[in-house]
């Protein structure tokens, strides 16, 4: 049987902090870009000071917490949507972010790589955004599957329509089991030809 990686990305491929500072994830990456608009970024702020409470409220059950997560991801996707983003500018936000891999990460992707074992990466973050560190890092090998949630751009006004995989977010799935990871890795593999992957 075929090996593989399973990992998340916001910090645990990425670093938390360096230096003393906070490294952003995938979506700060996006909420402190000069792409967005000043009252697009008070908004998004606005969501954080009031849902994060919530988020991490431990006398809340996580059925409480729920439906409160959905309506901040709503709103704040909703706010996003609204900037009209170019897929060419996530390239550019990328790269002036002070976003950073963890110590060892060409070590860790190249020695899967080469062992032709697969990495899937589950993030809640943003797939475009997480891909595009990965690959400014030379390091976004055939091995690497990301499972995420992705921007989705019209081809004629380039603008972010939803794709939002609410049927598994990570984020709002606290299974310790990972009978949902589990589950949604089966159906990654049916779907695909590991043979040339499987090595000898």
């Not at 606005?46 to 959905?70: F, G, S």
């Not at 390091?139 to 081809?155: A, K, L």
Request: glycine fraction near 4%; charge should be negative; hydrophobic fraction near 35%.
């Amino acid at each position: 049987m075929a090996e593989e990686v399973i990992s998340d990305f916001d910090m645990t491929l990425s670093r938390f902090a360096y230096n003393g500072k906070r490294c952003p994830s995938s979506y700060n990456i996006l909420d402190d870009s000069k792409i967005i608009s000043e009252q697009c970024r008070k908004e998004l702020k606005a969501l954080l000071h009031y849902y994060y409470p919530i988020e991490i409220d431990p006398d809340r059950t996580i059925k409480e917490k729920l439906p409160h997560m959905v309506e901040w991801w709503t709103k704040a996707h909703n706010l996003l949507c609204q900037q009209k983003i170019q897929k060419f500018q996530i390239t550019q936000v990328v790269r002036e972010s002070s976003a950073m891999l963890r110590d060892g990460y060409k070590t860790f992707f190249h020695t899967l790589s080469q062992n032709n074992i697969p990495l899937f990466i589950f993030s809640a973050g943003i797939g475009d955004v997480l891909e595009e560190i990965i690959r400014q890092k030379k390091v976004f090998h055939p091995n690497v599957h990301v499972v995420s949630n992705y921007m989705e751009f019209d081809e004629d006004v380039e603008e972010w329509r939803e794709r939002y995989m609410d049927s598994y977010d990570i984020v709002l799935e606290k299974d310790e089991t990972l009978d949902v990871v589990n589950g949604l890795l089966q159906h990654i593999l049916q779907q695909e030809d590991w043979t040339e992957m499987q090595g000898p």
